[in-house]
């Protein structure tokens, strides 16, 4: 069902993509060439790079401290399954009313220190995705740091290991494979998404997904096709993400 | 202070219950302690105290002249050997073994040298660049015996190490551990359940029942001269009986008498069921309960003047539920227990009454 879904979609978008020749009907690369040599496009890729980095690498490198906090108590799966559930809009939306101009932390602040919403180095795009997917790896981490890496790093702390050194040879190699599954995950599924840039993200640079609605919004019929030619290579990206995943997740259970 | 392990009224609390009070236990410099005890005594607890995974609620523990329980458990410079060998599996088994050097700072190839000489010793020639997934649970024990000695702790721990080998490999394990700690003469504490483990492997032992060191005395002691009627079952000594000691002889209801060393007054005696042996002529008189062969010797229960006395037989003996029988116990064989259980240190001779 997933391959006939994901499968009839995609071949949607690449016929889509390849626009027919309005004379002849023939399929050409011309929206490829045109979204390719597009300086916006160009653009939008590394935005969407650079967001996709920093808000994934910031939200590892909170998940795992947050994770050790949690470590240990009954109510911590629960408290940061909470969060997850919470749908991406929903905390693009408070972003914009607490962070944004004229919103909650503006007025109670005077003026912000800085700007979030809409601010073209994206800090509000990596903030709103810190906050959903640090619960998110937190609970993944959470899941298999269980007795074994705990009894491995009372051995290595009575054989002369002090905390940070139990933590690099003990709890990330014990951690290491669901981390890199989390990283992968919250890589592919930030890089593709929309909402949350469209929301947040500033007008200029576009992230691939926005500028993909932008080029719909032309008055030109080629626009579409120009569209699912930017969809399709933040799907190559995030398929990419996907598969390097999966054989992590596969090398993991060996 | 002298060299050696001194814990001095120990008290260990978890989740607000109370598992080790007043707990004063000594292990003298280079010697193998063997602490037994009942599952639940407390046996792992102190261990995990003393390595510093459990916090102190009072007393103290002072290691070579050195006061411990200020002192992470990293830098304590010990070394535990737990029930499962707990190596990390993202290490070979070398770096496994050299793991308290690396931590200690020393460069690979010294390291890397010294893994290589503890494999040898403990029998695991040509495994360093192994994954220690790969060996057996014995074998892993021994990787983990290895990094236990690495890092030249002033005190090795080792809770029930050999509970999670295979019965058949327990034995060389054992004699391989006795060994390297005679040879390298550090001071040992061996936790166990296994009363013949602790009396092969100890120079002493020490009984811990209910958060207490009930008994601490060569092994010898604590088999044949128990110091209460806990430590005397405990340690196999399941014939516990108390009655009149009249001129030298514990006089028993239903008029059965057995000869005692003993001042006159009411005493209760203990005797080991390998002890008691078939006389037609002996004071016990009883019938057979019951009757099963052991594999090493034939264990009997006899009803003796209301009294049930456990008798270890040669295996080869026929001996029916039913039958009528005679014992006897040499009075050499027959331990007095002192009045009131008191500890006895460790070289002192239990008094005997």
């Known amino acids: ?254 | 202070m002298t060299g050696g392990l001194v814990c001095s009224r120990v008290a260990v609390a978890l989740d607000g219950a109370t598992i080790l009070r007043d707990l004063d236990l000594t292990v003298q410099a280079g010697r193998l302690t063997a602490l037994v005890g009942p599952s639940g005594a407390g046996k792992t607890t102190l261990l995990r105290a003393l390595a510093g995974l459990e916090p102190l609620a009072g007393g103290s523990i002072v290691l070579d002249g050195r006061d411990l329980a200020p002192i992470a458990s990293h830098q304590r410079r010990l070394a535990v050997v737990f029930q499962e060998p707990r190596l990390f599996p993202n290490l070979t088994v070398g770096d496994n073994v050299s793991f308290p050097l690396r931590m200690a700072g020393v460069d690979r190839r010294a390291r890397r040298r010294a893994a290589g000489e503890l494999l040898d010793e403990v029998g695991l020639v040509g495994t360093a660049d192994r994954d220690p997934r790969g060996l057996s649970g014995g074998e892993q024990q021994r990787v983990a015996l290895a990094r236990a000695l690495a890092g030249d702790p002033q005190l090795l721990l080792l809770d029930e190490p050999l509970s999670a080998v295979d019965p058949n490999r327990r034995e060389g394990l054992r004699h391989l551990i006795a060994g390297i700690q005679r040879s390298r003469g550090v001071t040992t504490l061996y936790v166990t359940h296994d009363r013949a483990e602790a009396a092969e492997l100890g120079d002493d032992l020490a009984l811990l029942i209910e958060g207490r060191i009930v008994q601490h005395a060569p092994p010898e002691e604590l088999f044949n001269r128990p110091a209460s009627a806990v430590v005397a079952r405990f340690f196999g000594a399941s014939n516990i009986l108390t009655g009149e000691v009249v001129s030298g002889r514990l006089r028993l209801s239903g008029g059965v008498t057995v000869p005692v060393d003993a001042r006159d007054g009411t005493r209760t005696i203990a005797i080991r069921p390998e002890r008691l042996a078939l006389d037609p002529y002996g004071p016990l008189r009883g019938r057979c309960r019951t009757s099963s062969f052991q594999g090493t010797h034939r264990r009997i229960v006899v009803e003796c003047a209301g009294v049930l006395l456990e008798a270890h037989l040669d295996g080869e003996v026929t001996v029916e539920p039913g039958d009528q029988l005679a014992l006897s116990v040499p009075r050499r064989h027959v331990w007095v227990l002192p009045d009131a259980p008191t500890p006895v240190a460790v070289g002192e001779r239990s008094a005997r009454w």
Request: aromatic content about 6%.
């Open chain 1, 1 to 254: 069902m997933t391959i006939v879904l994901f499968g009839g979609a995609l071949a949607g978008a690449v016929r889509a993509s390849l626009q027919p020749d309005p004379f002849s009907g023939a399929y050409t690369l011309s929206a490829w060439r045109s979204v390719v040599t597009d300086a916006a496009f160009r653009d939008a890729v590394a935005f969407t790079l650079v967001t996709t980095v920093a808000a994934t690498v910031l939200s590892v490198v909170l998940a795992l401290p947050v994770a050790a906090a949690l470590r240990g108590r009954a109510w911590a799966r629960t408290v940061a399954a909470l969060p997850v559930l919470v749908p991406h809009l929903l905390v693009a939306i408070l972003a914009v009313l607490w962070l944004g101009p004229g919103g909650l932390a503006d007025r109670l602040l005077g003026g912000m220190p800085l700007d979030v919403v809409r601010s073209r180095s994206g800090v509000g795009i990596v903030l709103v995705y810190v906050a959903k997917e640090v619960p998110f790896l937190a609970l993944l981490l959470l899941a298999a740091w269980d007795d074994d890496i705990a009894a491995r790093e009372e051995a290595a702390a009575v054989h002369g290991a002090g905390p940070v050194a139990r933590f690099r040879h003990v709890v990330v190699p014990g951690l290491r494979g669901p981390l890199t599954l989390g990283t992968l995950v919250v890589a592919a599924f930030v890089f593709g998404s929309f909402e949350v840039p469209l929301l947040v993200g500033p007008t200029q640079p576009d992230t691939i997904a926005t500028y993909a609605l932008r080029v719909t919004r032309i008055a030109d019929l080629s626009g579409r096709a120009d569209a699912a030619a930017a969809l399709l290579v933040a799907t190559a990206g995030s398929v990419l993400l996907a598969v390097v995943a999966g054989a992590t997740v596969r090398r993991h259970r060996a």
